[in-house]
């Protein structure tokens, strides 16, 4: 993955869960329960809210809290008029104070009898009721009682909204399906156990506005974002289908494609070269909405394999115009990245002018930037051949070095310490250890180094100590 600069290779922008016999599994839970919807017409009125608080005592600005006995007793007596009264009462109470509610999100049985009473539901008054006040509780959802809702089947009901004839539904039913599986990867694996992904890429596909087609678009994001949980044959199987969507006309929505495709990217490599996804996200950087998302994309995609050297190498060369925009550091990290595999390819441009051109922007830039100018200048001493590190170094170079130990970033802080030690050598083969000591300030280096050593991460604190050791006896 591309790099990061708080993760060793993850610039872009989770729980295993067993997918074995998912459905059998379901059917048989479901089976053993029984839906407790009874059909009741009353006519009295239901008193819905229980203050909690000695009102006398101290003034609440906090909505009355709704008791879960009188949550059970309107949602389980399947009396529609009462069951939307109370849900637009949760609606109003979550927006006025979330922990007036925390009690029904956080209990196991009235979230089980929201998720039936939703899967159930047939009017669309009752639906659009129902997906308000549940886009509000869910987030407040402990594990268990989130389990708990979505044990009733709440995919198969996304599934058939979201072939409802009212767009209005449909596009709740999508915003709760972006809040279901932000908040759980048990929801994310029920969704893709039941295909309710392959239903949004229609969605998004036949969209007739440009707002269905993004909303459409961000739920797969947020259904794939946590792909660590997810079993590899149930992405797989949409890759092609998720690259189709690239072609829709709406770039807020290609973004949301383009995130997931760089998020997935180290498990369907080939798949993407096969797509020619390379080609896309290089043409996509004529499009200024799609650039920051392409360039990641592009150094999520770099491979150890002769067959795309060329195609890799032809990435690095479009980045090149980037590294003095907005997208300086995307840039200069993918660079970065596909010099690793690419390096004999590019080598031409890796000139001592260019190496100066790049310390001047690290030199004049942000701290990010000027991180990830640390990062791929490293990067360029680790992989070039050792006979050409002399004549692209320079005391302003080393300089960027030692003040990236103190980022506090282990991966650039590592990349740092190997660098300047590749350079030491180079100098002292070449020149003599008088002409590699010359380059350094030797007090400097080692009181960071000093302090990296007690740093909390032990890689840091086993190089530190290596390399402060390898200075010392250079000194003496």
């Given at each position: 993955?591309?790099?990061?600069?708080?993760?060793?290779?993850?610039?872009?922008?989770?729980?295993?869960?067993?997918?074995?016999?998912y459905?059998?599994?379901?059917?048989?839970?479901?089976?053993?329960?029984?839906?407790?919807?009874?059909?009741?017409n009353r006519d009295q009125p239901?008193?819905l809210f229980?203050?909690?608080?000695?009102q006398?005592?101290?003034?609440?600005?906090?909505?009355?809290?709704?008791?879960?006995s009188?949550?059970l007793?309107?949602?389980?007596?399947?009396?529609?008029v009462k069951i939307?009264q109370?849900s637009d009462?949760?609606?109003?109470?979550a927006?006025?104070?979330?922990?007036s509610i925390?009690n029904?999100?956080?209990s196991r049985?009235?979230?089980?009898?929201?998720g039936?009473a939703?899967?159930?539901?047939?009017?669309?008054n009752?639906?659009?009721?129902?997906?308000?006040?549940?886009?509000?509780?869910?987030?407040?959802?402990?594990?268990?009682s989130?389990d708990?809702?979505?044990d009733t089947?709440?995919?198969?009901k996304y599934?058939s909204?979201?072939?409802?004839?009212?767009e209005?539904?449909?596009?709740?039913?999508?915003?709760?399906?972006?809040?279901t599986?932000?908040?759980?990867?048990?929801?994310r694996?029920?969704?893709?156990?039941?295909?309710?992904?392959?239903?949004?890429?229609?969605?998004a596909?036949?969209a007739?506005?440009?707002?269905?087609?993004?909303l459409?678009?961000?739920?797969l994001?947020?259904i794939?974002?946590?792909?660590?949980?997810?079993?590899?044959?149930?992405?797989?199987?949409?890759?092609?289908s998720?690259?189709?969507?690239?072609?829709?006309?709406?770039?807020?929505a290609?973004?949301?494609?383009?995130?997931?495709?760089?998020?997935?990217?180290k498990?369907?490599?080939?798949?993407?070269?096969?797509?020619?996804?390379?080609?896309?996200?290089?043409?996509?950087l004529?499009?200024?909405?799609?650039?920051?998302?392409?360039?990641i994309?592009?150094?999520?995609?770099?491979i150890s394999?002769?067959?795309?050297?060329k195609r890799?190498?032809?990435?690095?060369?479009?980045?090149?115009?980037?590294?003095?925009?907005?997208?300086?550091?995307?840039?200069?990290?993918?660079m970065a990245?596909?010099?690793?595999?690419?390096?004999?390819?590019?080598q031409?441009y890796?000139?001592p002018?260019?190496i100066?051109?790049?310390?001047?922007i690290?030199?004049?830039s942000?701290?990010?930037v000027?991180?990830?100018?640390?990062y791929?200048?490293s990067?360029?001493?680790?992989?070039?051949?050792?006979?050409?590190?002399?004549?692209?170094?320079?005391s302003?170079?080393?300089?960027?070095?030692?003040?990236m130990?103190?980022?506090g970033?282990?991966?650039?802080?590592?990349?740092c310490?190997?660098?300047?030690?590749?350079i030491?050598?180079?100098?002292?083969?070449?020149?003599?250890i008088?002409?590699?000591?010359?380059?350094?300030?030797?007090?400097?280096?080692?009181?960071?180094l000093d302090?990296?050593?007690s740093d909390?991460?032990q890689?840091?604190?086993?190089?530190?100590s290596?390399?402060?050791?390898?200075?010392t006896?250079?000194?003496?």
């Open positions: 993955m591309i790099r990061s600069v708080s993760q060793s290779k993850n610039l872009s922008k989770e729980a295993l869960f067993s997918f074995t016999n459905q059998n599994d379901f059917q048989t839970q479901r089976n053993s329960r029984t839906l407790s919807l009874r059909r009741q239901i008193s229980k203050v909690v608080a000695d006398k005592s101290r003034v609440s600005l906090e909505a009355p809290k709704i008791e879960t009188d949550f007793e309107v949602f389980n007596s399947g009396d529609e939307i109370l009462a949760i609606f109003k109470a927006q006025a104070a979330p922990r925390q029904i999100a956080q049985e009235t979230m089980e009898s929201y039936y939703f899967v159930s539901a047939e009017s669309d009752l639906i659009m009721s129902l997906l308000n006040s549940i886009l509000v509780v869910f987030p407040l959802c402990d594990i268990e989130a708990a809702f979505i089947e709440i995919s198969l599934y909204l979201l072939l409802s004839e009212n209005y539904i449909i596009l709740k039913t999508i915003n709760l399906i972006i809040t599986s932000q908040v759980s990867a048990y929801c694996d029920s969704i893709l156990s039941f295909g309710v992904h392959e239903t949004l890429i229609s969605v596909e036949n007739k506005n440009e707002f269905l087609a993004v459409a678009c961000e739920a994001d947020a794939f974002k946590h792909h660590e949980s997810i079993d590899c044959d149930k992405y797989e199987s949409c890759v092609d998720l690259i189709r969507l690239t072609q829709i006309p709406y770039p807020e290609v973004n949301s494609i383009l995130s997931i495709l760089s998020s997935l990217s498990h369907i490599i080939y798949q993407l070269f096969d797509n020619s996804i390379d080609q896309i996200a290089l043409n996509f004529q499009t200024p909405e799609l650039v920051e998302n392409s360039i994309l592009l150094g999520n995609m770099y394999n002769m067959k795309y050297s890799l190498a032809n990435a690095f060369i479009a980045m090149i115009s980037f590294i003095q925009s907005e997208y300086a550091a995307y840039a200069l990290c993918t990245n596909l010099y690793e595999i690419v390096s004999a390819d590019v031409s890796i000139t002018e260019f100066r051109f790049i310390v001047d690290g030199t004049t942000s701290c990010e000027k991180k990830m100018v640390a791929f200048l990067t360029l001493v680790l992989f070039m051949p050792s006979s050409l590190i002399t004549s692209i170094t320079f302003e170079l080393i300089e960027i070095f030692v003040e130990l103190g980022c970033i282990a991966n650039i802080i590592l990349r310490i190997q660098a300047i030690d590749k030491l050598d180079s100098l002292r083969n070449s020149k003599g008088p002409e590699a000591l010359q380059i350094i300030d030797s007090n400097e280096i080692l009181d960071i302090r990296l050593i909390d991460q890689l840091v604190s086993v190089y530190a290596a390399m402060s050791q390898k200075i006896k250079l000194i003496r």
